[in-house]
């Protein structure tokens, strides 16, 4: 096994928490190695620049055999409550998604690339709510974290300047705030036909506040509005840690990136501290990085894995698991959508993928027959172009398809709404005894389940979503997409949760581990709940910001 030059920080990820780690702790003069298991993108090569685009996934990155590897696997599946079974997800022209009496476990395409899921994100930019992080000392329900709003809200503004978010600071749904760096998008032509129907029952349907720049900035053009964000943006206008963070690290001399780096374990020394990775290169030759300290930040379900493939006889049971809560209160995505007609042209493909939301349920509503945050919103996602369009919603074959297309290409939409799960304990990431991957590293096991308020809450979501279809005077629903039968996770958080006590939880306020001082955890995996169906990507940045100015802190007092 080959060495490498020690370096004072070894970052495992180079996503939405690495990505800001590393440039952060560049800037304080630390040497920085940053290790992505996929390749570098460069913007105008992405899918949405070629001829057959609307055939190409957005980037994942990685060599066609590992692709061919289980890269997780899944607990049984629940099976799905008949008292919700008016939520199934369903099409008009395709009938039931899933016509068994079992739960579908989730797609999980996990994007490997430099700048992580940042690459093919939409853009979404939200602060949590002060209620967010404080669910427990309001309303009795999950757990507090470990810091508030008011700790994170100069990270927040620090963090929107640098990338230059775009939104309104008319939200009377957010805590009062300064002027966004750049002024909010205009809605849609799609999202202002729908608003009619958010406007008649009283909800506010707003400018999303998004990394997408309405304006030229630091050398990178605004939105062309092509309706791509979803596939990575070759315009570089969507502020993806490639463009933005990234760069700006490696330009210091000090930060090195390196692509196609698969780390296997996380290495300790006999004192139990952490003292660098194993990891295997794109020749898949296994390497040794040393290092003084390690920041992971590989995600919800590769950092819980990592940490428990690290096994060793200091930490029999994974590193940092002295509590044994890694892995544990692994949180989804509650989602509902409805397909829509409308009668007439609304231009669906033209626009930001999601360039509107409903903040009016946020934060918790007595009323309500569950507790959590829901946001509504609007958006095209599969339907941009006209063979997906074709692909999902056109019925029947020759003259009845084409009839159909000439007639509606561009006049569905999607209205969604997003919720928080609840942390429990039994939704958890584990270790497959018997599965590996391509570079024989043992998978993730997945198991997560519903609970009768996550069954609530996507009633109300489908009920207030039909609502405001119909208010809207949509033609038609075409198709429902739900939670209840198909598993979503795009949002995902909780497995190395953040709290004061070291017996329930895994790392503190600062995402250092309780057990290993020289271990930081910086991902949506240190959340500790999912503050109210926001978007994670800006509190991920705000926490790698506040965590790196506590690095350098007790570094200079010698502590770490």
């Known amino acids: 096994m080959s060495k490498e030059k020690e370096v004072d920080v070894c970052i495992i ?87 068994t009496d079992r739960r579908k476990p989730p797609s999980i395409q996990r994007v490997k690339g430099v700048g992580g899921t940042t690459l093919h994100y939409q853009g979404e930019a939200h602060r949590f709510s002060a209620y967010g992080f404080k669910p427990k000392s309001l309303y009795g329900v999950a757990e507090d974290w470990p810091l508030g709003y008011e700790d994170l809200e100069p990270y927040y503004e620090e963090v929107e300047t640098f990338l230059g978010v775009s939104g309104t600071n008319q939200n009377p749904f957010k805590p009062p ?11 849609s032509c799609a999202s202002k036909r729908v608003k009619v129907g958010f406007d008649k029952l009283g909800l ?55 692509p196609n780096s698969v780390v296997r374990e996380i290495t300790v020394n006999k004192h139990g501290r952490v003292n660098g990775v194993i990891y295997f290169d794109s020749k898949k030759v296994e390497k040794r990085q040393k290092a003084k300290m390690v920041v992971l930040s590989a995600g919800a379900l590769e950092s819980p894995r990592l940490l428990l493939n690290s096994r060793s006889s200091l930490f029999p049971d994974g590193l940092a698991n002295t509590s044994g809560m890694v892995g544990k209160f692994f949180m989804e995505t509650i989602v509902y959508a409805v397909t829509v007609l409308f009668t007439e042209q609304i231009h669906s493909y033209k626009g930001l993928q999601i360039d509107s939301r409903a ?29 997906r369009y074709a692909k999902s919603l056109a019925p029947g074959w020759g003259s009845e ?83 209840y039968d198909l598993s979503m996770i795009s949002h995902m958080g909780g497995t190395c949760r953040m709290g004061i006590n070291p017996n329930k939880s895994v790392v503190n306020s600062y995402c250092q581990s309780h057990d290993i001082k020289n271990l930081f955890i910086i991902d949506s995996s240190c959340f500790v709940t999912q503050g109210g169906g926001d978007s994670p990507s800006l509190t991920i940045h705000a926490i790698a910001l506040r965590a790196s100015d506590y690095i350098v802190s007790e570094v200079k007092k010698g502590n770490i």
């Not at 997408?212 to 943006?233: E, K, M, Q, T």
């Open 13 to 99: 990820g180079s996503g939405a928490g690495g990505a800001v780690v590393a440039y952060a702790l560049g800037r304080a003069g630390f040497s920085v190695a940053v290790l992505e298991a996929g390749p570098r993108f460069d913007p105008i090569r992405y899918h949405m620049n070629k001829k057959e685009w609307e055939k190409n996934p957005y980037p994942f990155g990685g060599p066609p055999e590992e692709k061919a590897k289980n890269l997780y696997t899944y607990g049984i599946p629940e099976k799905l409550n008949p008292s919700y079974e008016y939520l199934r997800s369903k099409s008009k022209i395709r009938g039931f998604y899933n016509n």
């Open 177 to 187: 705030r300064g002027p966004f760096p750049h002024p909010p998008h205009e809605l």
């Open 204 to 258: 506010h349907l707003l400018p999303n506040s998004l990394n997408i720049l309405s304006r030229p900035y630091d050398g990178r053009p605004a939105c062309n509005y092509c309706n791509g964000c979803y596939y990575g943006c070759m315009m570089r206008a969507k502020g993806s840690m490639d463009v933005t963070f990234l760069p700006k690290a490696e330009a210091m001399g000090n930060v090195e990136i390196k």
């Open 359 to 387: 903040w009016d349920y946020n934060e918790p509503r007595k009323e309500n027959s569950f507790f959590g945050g829901v946001v509504f919103g609007v958006s095209a996602l599969d339907l941009l172009g006209p063979l």
């Open 401 to 483: 398809h084409k009839d159909f297309m000439r007639k509606y290409f561009g006049h569905a939409i999607n209205i969604f709404a997003i919720g928080e799960q609840l942390p429990q304990e039994n939704n958890t990431i584990s270790i497959d005894p018997e599965v590996k991957d391509y570079y024989g590293i043992p998978v993730a096991k997945v198991t997560t389940k519903l609970s009768k308020n996550d069954l609530e809450m996507l009633s109300f979501m489908s009920k207030k979503c039909k609502e405001i279809a119909k208010a809207a005077g949509a033609e038609e629903i075409v198709r429902e997409f739900s939670s």
